[in-house]
């Protein structure tokens, strides 16, 4: 598919995000604009393999019209201020391999390049930042991103991706407004479609004062929901609530659409307790995993300032998922009917999904 003009991209925008004149929260569409996926590979060579093509197939089976392709880049510890690619990191060929597949597939493509720790299991992306003490090491780390979120930016631009993240989960840097705002600067020089930033939950979202500097507002919300395992889709969708209403408030007064750039659930007892870790063991519960996306999507579907979801995640691996398996994926889970019924896949032949009992046991 050719490359989309970049002024009819950002008229496209205009028209289906545009804000109401009372003051109230933008309207985004009726349903989900974006109705997405997070497609992602922490090595270098697996975008560009033929099991990635199947991969991205069974994905854009399910009804969603959006990937997010994600890019990671690395940092040696939360001290550092260099910036590299390395071997977990997918190649630009890799890259565009993957959009040019996802095209093919009626998939269009956020690019959303990730910052890691290499070498420093103790820390995470969201702690860059909090132990730097001069302004020497700012000066350096906003120099080495800017390089790196440049080249994405350039390399989004030549590829015709649909959207780009600006970055994705950096709440220890965040405060820093004038830098970030220079980073935005640089990337509107070399991308001219929407560009997102994808925020923390639990404050990161709240606290950045340079929201009117991007086109959407990004959350990756991983919002506790649950005291206990094995919740009912009631007790989850209570549980949003006071989150929704939040979520809606910062919509209204930044005056920006809202999208869950991430938003994800592993398939084990106590998901929604603590749905951002992906190291707890625990038993496997598909049934929980299902009723949490069940859950998100009658909360904030057709909302007028809600305009859509990249769930977390679906991988490059065809044969992932399952009754066996923990991780986050949805495929070949009850999750998956889930999505296929909500992004109205058209595709028939999932198994049913039973319906839940007073009396579930995990996995059920």
Not at 67 to 78: K, N, P
Not at 197 to 208: P, Q
Request: charged share 20%.
């Amino acid at each position: 598919m050719g490359k989309k003009t970049p002024a009819l991209l950002i008229v496209l925008l205009s028209a289906g995000l545009s804000c109401a004149s009372t003051g109230g929260p933008p309207r985004a569409s009726e349903g989900l604009r974006y109705k997405g996926m997070s497609y992602a590979s922490w090595w270098s060579g697996l975008y560009s393999s033929g099991e990635s093509s199947v991969s991205l197939h069974h994905l854009a089976r399910t009804g969603a019209d959006w990937i997010s392709l994600v890019v990671t880049g690395y940092q040696d510890h939360v001290r550092s201020t260099s910036i590299y690619r390395n071997e977990g990191t997918p190649s630009d060929d890799d890259l565009i391999q993957a959009m040019n597949q996802a095209r093919r597939l009626g998939l269009k493509v956020m690019l959303k390049p990730h910052v890691d720790l290499w070498n420093d299991p103790d820390h995470w992306r969201g702690q860059i930042g909090d132990e730097f003490t001069t302004e020497a090491e700012w000066q350096d780390w906003f120099a080495a991103y800017d390089e790196f979120i440049d080249h994405y930016a350039e390399l989004a631009e030549a590829q015709g991706a649909e959207m780009f993240c600006a970055g994705v989960e950096l709440e220890g840097t965040s405060h820093r407004a004038a830098e970030w705002r220079t980073a935005l600067d640089g990337i509107r020089q070399r991308f001219h479609g929407p560009v997102i930033y994808a925020a923390n939950w639990g404050g990161e979202e709240d606290d950045l004062s340079w929201w009117d500097a991007v086109d959407i507002i990004g959350i990756d919300a991983y919002y506790p929901l649950a005291q206990s395992p094995q919740p009912t889709v009631d007790q989850l969708k209570a549980a949003w609530i006071p989150h929704r209403d939040a979520l809606a408030g910062l919509a209204s007064r930044w005056q920006k659409p809202i999208v869950f750039t991430e938003i994800g659930y592993r398939s084990i007892s106590g998901t929604a307790s603590h749905p951002w870790d992906w190291q707890t063991q625990g038993q496997i519960d598909l049934r929980e995993q299902a009723d949490a996306y069940q859950a998100v999507m009658e909360t904030f579907d057709g909302l007028s300032w809600f305009a859509g979801i990249f769930w977390w995640y679906w991988g490059t691996d065809p044969t992932a998922g399952g009754s066996d398996d923990d991780d986050y994926t949805p495929f070949r889970k009850p999750a998956e009917r889930i999505l296929r019924k909500w992004y109205k896949a058209r595709i028939p032949g999932f198994p049913r999904l039973n319906p839940p009992s007073k009396s579930r046991v995990p996995g059920s």
